[in-house]
């Protein structure tokens, strides 16, 4: 069943006349004919998509610039999502604690419904032989209700994840601001080949437009739909707006819209961040082990990187209190550095390096254990690491990711035990002997430095 619903469109020219656009939930045909360059209202014949309510339709990518909200800069973060009245497509950088959908959504009595997008897994795509193509499959919604809505007992969405995309439904009335407090996490994506994606993306700011922003994806991610790019955002009312100009239109920090790949990517803007933790964010525990940042340079030319060291807010109760900034060490990890033994460095507020084109750079992070000594074991050194790529140029990217590690006793009880250890040998010298003189006691630099591994002891007296 065909259901009509009005379009606002940007026609940048009359070539455009009767042409069939693919999107999300089916094929647009325009029928109306256009007048020239600008916005124009449109009437289009959209496929019904079923889902788990009475009366309402698939929708697609909904608000734009009243989704500017940032998250605060600590490790607990508050993210400020304005809402309008109608449908908001949103973006969450922050995973919420709690993260019940009743407990993040339910205390405000203007939010009519929730949804998230379930992409279909990339074990379900199929290649086509014939045309050399992958054939896009279809996702499926998942819907929070209230406890009082008629619907409530078709609710398939319990949990609000970070780093993820809904669709809040507002009841009319004012614009309101939903706040969430969380913990920051690094955005990541994986792009299916000619799949819809409802995301968000880790703009710098407000100024930057999606044809900077995936300049560097190349022919994996279109921004042009003269060529096949599909970019679109949606009205309060949840009709479809597709993004004629990528060039002047600027991401909105917050807001998600519906992106469509034309190949398989990670892409995740001009630099791109990769955590090793699948949490998108670090927590060290009461462990020693280094954690991994890779930071990869996606463009042609060289691009500088700064990483910012931020405090933590209050974190919400029933969490670890704060026990201050987590001392944090670093090393840059190279074949000569792992070669002759890391050399780290404790993290300066504010660290900048440059990515040569194409270059990947992996920084290991490790807390100071001699600054971990706290009375209370019981609470947690928190902070934010910022990434961004404005060091030297206009920013383009902008990540948070909360960094956790519990505090440590600092008594010799906690150090009882048997540890395993790494030596590395970069240098050698001699002790000075009584009666023996004239031998070098400054290290030389081996001839080929080695690693070698040690057993340590330590009995009940922390020796």
Known sequence: MLQPCLVSLPVPSASMAGRRFSMPGGVVSETATPRGQGWEQRRFSMPNTPMPTRSVRRIAVLLGALLGGAAAQAQWATQSVPLAPGWNAVCLTVAPTPSACDTVF?????????????????????????????????????????????????????????????????????????????????LSYEWQPRGDHFVGLPAHSGTVNFAAFFAAAGSDILTDYRVGGELYTVTSSGAHQRIFTPTTTAIQPGAAYWIKAQQYTTYGGPVTLKTESPLGWIDFGRRLTPQYL???????????????????????????????????????????????????????????TQLTAGATMRIALIPDALALGSGNTNGAYQSILEITDDA??????????????????????????????GVSVTDVGRLEMPGVFGLPTTPRPAARPFTFRVLAHVDTNGV
């Open 392 to 421: 030297g140029q206009a920013g383009v990217v902008r990540q948070r990711i909360g960094v956790r590690a519990m505090a440590r006793s600092g008594s010799a009880a906690e150090s009882r035990g048997l540890w395993v250890g």
């Open 106 to 186: 339910g205390g405000n009595a203007r939010i009519l419904s929730v949804r998230r997008w379930a992409p279909p897994p990339i074990e379900s795509y199929q290649y086509d032989e014939t045309t050399g193509t992958t054939l896009p499959q279809a996702g499926s919604w998942l819907v929070w209700f209230p406890t009082n809505h008629p619907d409530r007992a078709l609710t398939t969405l319990a949990e609000v994840a970070g780093s993820a995309s809904y669709l809040i439904e507002v009841s009319s009335g004012t614009p309101l601001a939903l706040n969430i407090q969380g913990r920051p996490l690094a």
């Open 294 to 352: 890779e930071l990869a340079n996606r463009t042609s030319a060289p691009r500088g990187v700064k990483l910012a060291h931020l405090a933590s807010g209050t974190p919400p109760g029933g969490t670890p209190p704060l026990a201050g900034l987590v001392p944090l060490k670093y090393a840059v990890v190279s074949g000569e550095a792992e070669a002759q033994g890391r050399v780290w460095t404790a993290l300066p507020s504010t660290w900048t």
